[in-house]
Each structure stands twice: as structure tokens, then as C-alpha cells.
């Protein structure tokens, strides 16, 4: 017997080892799966959410109209609009017409075809700058032109011509720095145009009126003056939506929301913020001193008043203990002052954050405003009352202000970019705003 103990220890221990070796082969191949869906995630296009069911009677109708007859369709669904008065998708309290505004949304979904030219040279062209202040429309533009949906082939279905420019790359390409000379850019943008005449028709069939930019640069209304057209006719989504200057038009134009994007993989990282009772300060900003705005304001508030945050850039002995981030997401109210132009990118930080912003930029056209009351998520307080700015601020119920910050949590969707765009994020309502705005331009054109 003892000379077939070792054999059979031999076989269990063989046995033993063989079902190990199994069981990592099991692991190693999951892991390789694991790891090969990780990357094909990565690279792999997105799969959009399939667009709302039509009946096959309603597709007919609507292959049957010309872009015209469309508008028009849609005109008339929108003015018998039924009311809405409990929607899950959407807040009420935060909409002028939240009815009127679903049911041009239905509309938008439902016939809206955008065409892009092709025309046009990377990296001026087609290449979405993603990353910083200006990013807002490089994140348009890769949404827009990955869309299955609302983009059409044929240009002779389009409702809506989109110029696929980046006003920060032409920056980049085209500008001399120290220069001071925009002209170069201008010039640019104007042969572009008259080459895109020149080739198609459908430019000059319109004079422009059904096409549009997108362009969050500062100086992305002024590098439009070298052709008449495109500057009085275009709709210009701008994130300089300065109403002073006579280059942007309310109610013609699209105010652009400017967002500074910091992580291209994670639009959302750290977004999100404390309840009212965990925000000791009641108003903060730090940033750089541009623009006349913001010297008054430190003025009069920096190192005033323990419950007024107010800085230029945050000193590094107070961001060692609490970050910009945290600064916004323990404040009740986060100031938004212009800078060289109107636009800043903390409105939309103070929304992530969910601190109700003051915005301090009287010529300012907010965004969306056609259908947000930003009244009920934020204030705006004029450049001449910075002086009685705790004052105003106190003046406010905590009552009401409590309401104010829940809607500032309930709009915060409305400002998201979505790697997968999701029905009234970013994307949507900025598309929203043209469509709405090429409606506009319809029905004028049909009472004239």
C-alpha cells in the first residue's frame, strides 16, 4: 500500500492543478473580453437613442412636404399647442410656455434636417475644438455632425445649413499673435462663403437666411464683418451674445453657452453640489481682473465682509484649503461678471455647481431665453448696483431661495453635454434655439 500512496497524491494533486489551470484560463479569457469591449467602447461611434416612434400615415405626410410646407406644418402645431401641465421630462416652473416649448421640440424632432457642407479644410474645418472656454461649439459641431437623425445628404430637404467652422481654430490657424489685426480672419471666413455661393445654390437662394455658425470665441462676432450677408442674414449661435454692439440680433440670433470643458472623456466630472444648510458663504468670485466690471467689483467687496468671498485670481494660501470648486459648491449665490466681453463660462460652473448665479453683464442675451425664465434659477443684478450688492442678496427670502436653488438642480440637465446626447441636454436646446429661430424667420417671411 505504501507504494501507491504517492501515485494517488500524485493524480488528486495533478487533478487539482489541471482545474486550477482551468479556472485562470476562465479568468484570463474574461479579462481579454473585458478588456476588448473597454476599448471597442472607446472607439467605437456612438449609438444614439432611437427618435420618438411616428405612425406610418404621419412619415407619409411628412415625406410629402417640401422644408417650407414643414415650417409651416410646424407653425401651426406649435400655436395650437395642447397644455401641458405634468411632464416628466420637463420642470414647469423654469419655462415661460413650457407647453408651446414641447410641442416645438416634438416639432424639432419630428422634421428638422440639417445639412453641412463639406466644403472646408481641417483644422479650421470638421475638427471640434473640445477642451477650455471655447469649447462649446467644437462640442456642437462633433455632435452635430455625428447625428443620424436631424443630418440629411440631400440639401434639398434642409430646413437649416450649417457653416462647420471653429472660430478658436481659425483663431489658432489664421492669426498673427501681437498683431491686433482680425481682418486676416475676416477675409477668411468671407472667401469661404462666397466659394460656397459660387459652388451651390443654395446660398444665394436665401441670401443666407437658412443657414447658420456656431462660434464661442470672444471674437466670433467680429470676424463675420467682411461679408454683408453673413453677418445681417445667418443665424449666429455666439457665445459674445452682446446686444449692444449691433452685430448680434435678439430674437434673430442664438445666445451660446459658454462651458469650460476640462476632461474630454468626462464633460460631467465633478459636477453636482451641497444642500443649502453646508453653504456658509453667501456670495463668492475669483478670477482675473479683465474688462472694467470686475476692478469694481473687488472694489467695493474684497476684503469687506467675511460672508462676500470676493478675489482676483484665487490666492494659492486660500485654494490650498478650499478649491474653486468647492469655493462655488459652498456658496448660496456665485457672481458672474463680464469680463473683456459679456459672456463667462461660470454661469453655466454656478449651475453644475448648483449655486444660484448672479450675473453682473447688462447687455447680455442669456441663453434659451426664448423659453427659460432665468428668473426663477438665478439673478441679475446691474453693473451700477454692485455697491448694494450684500443688500441685495439678503433681501431675499431664505424661502425663496431655497426655491431658487432646487430649480438651479432642475435646469442643471439643460446645460450637460452628453458624450450620447440625451432629449434636452446642451445639444438639443442649442439646436432648439436655431430651429426656433429659423421658424421665426419663416413666419416673418410669410407675412411680408
Not at 184 to 204: C, G, Q, T
Not at 362 to 376: C, G, I, Q, Y
Amino acid at each position: 500500500m505504501s507504494k501507491h500512496v504517492p501515485a494517488v497524491v500524485l493524480l488528486n494533486s495533478t487533478a487539482r492543478t489541471n482545474r486550477l489551470m482551468r479556472v485562470m484560463e476562465r479568468r484570463a479569457r474574461l479579462l481579454r473580453r473585458r478588456r476588448r469591449k473597454k476599448q471597442a467602447r472607446i472607439v467605437e461611434k456612438i449609438v444614439y437613442p432611437p427618435p420618438p416612434v411616428v405612425p406610418d400615415h404621419l412619415q407619409r405626410f411628412i415625406a410629402s412636404l417640401t422644408p417650407n410646407e414643414a415650417l409651416a406644418y410646424a407653425r401651426r402645431e406649435i400655436e395650437q399647442a395642447p397644455i401641458v401641465t405634468d411632464d416628466p421630462d420637463l420642470y414647469a416652473p423654469l419655462f415661460r410656455n413650457i407647453s408651446n416649448f414641447k410641442r416645438s421640440y416634438e416639432m424639432m424632432e419630428l422634421l428638422l434636417k440639417v445639412y453641412i457642407y463639406d466644403e472646408g479644410d481641417r483644422p479650421i474645418f470638421h475638427e471640434p475644438h473640445l477642451l477650455g472656454i471655447y469649447s462649446s461649439e467644437g462640442w456642437f459641431m462633433k455632435l452635430m455632425e455625428e447625428n443620424p437623425y436631424f443630418v440629411t445628404r440631400d440639401p434639398e430637404k434642409a430646413h437649416l445649413f450649417y457653416l462647420p467652422y471653429s472660430s478658436r481654430q481659425l483663431q489658432m490657424a489664421v492669426y498673427v499673435p501681437g498683431s491686433h489685426n482680425l481682418r486676416p480672419l475676416s477675409e477668411f471666413l468671407r472667401d469661404y462663403v462666397n466659394m460656397l455661393a459660387a459652388k451651390y445654390p443654395f446660398w444665394n437662394r436665401t441670401h443666407g437666411t437658412d443657414h447658420f455658425i456656431v462660434a464661442c470665441h470672444d471674437w466670433g462676432p467680429y470676424i463675420l464683418k467682411d461679408h454683408e450677408e453673413l453677418i445681417r442674414n445667418t443665424i449666429k449661435a455666439l457665445c459674445n451674445a452682446d446686444i449692444s454692439e449691433g452685430i448680434f440680433k435678439a430674437g434673430k440670433d442664438v445666445s451660446l453657452p459658454e462651458t469650460a470643458i476640462r476632461n474630454i472623456g468626462k464633460p460631467l466630472v465633478n459636477v453636482g453640489g451641497k444642500r443649502v444648510s453646508q453653504r456658509p458663504i453667501l456670495a463668492f468670485f475669483a478670477g482675473n481682473m479683465h474688462g472694467p466690471v470686475r476692478p469694481k467689483l473687488l472694489k467695493y467687496w474684497s476684503d469687506r465682509d467675511e460672508d462676500m468671498k470676493i478675489y482676483g485670481p484665487l490666492p494659492t494660501s486660500v485654494s490650498r484649503i478650499m478649491s474653486y470648486p468647492d469655493h462655488m459648491k459652498s456658496s448660496k449665490f456665485c457672481l458672474c461678471p463680464m469680463g473683456f466681453e459679456v459672456n463667462s463660462p461660470r454661469i453655466v460652473e454656478a449651475i453644475y455647481y448648483e449655486c444660484v448665479p448672479v450675473i453682473i453683464a447688462d447687455n447680455l442675451a442669456l441663453p434659451f431665453d426664448e423659453v427659460l425664465d432665468w428668473s426663477a434659477f438665478s439673478l441679475i443684478v446691474s453693473e451700477e448696483d454692485i455697491p448694494k450688492l450684500k443688500e441685495i442678496l439678503l433681501s431675499i427670502p431664505l424661502r425663496r431661495y431655497q426655491v431658487m436653488q432646487n430649480n438651479v438642480k432642475r435646469v442643471q440637465k439643460h446645460f450637460h453635454w452628453n458624450a450620447m446626447p440625451f432629449r434636452f441636454d446642451l445639444f438639443h436646446m442649442i439646436l432648439h434655439s436655431i430651429w426656433s429661430r429659423r421658424l421665426n424667420q419663416f413666419q416673418e417671411s410669410q407675412i411680408s
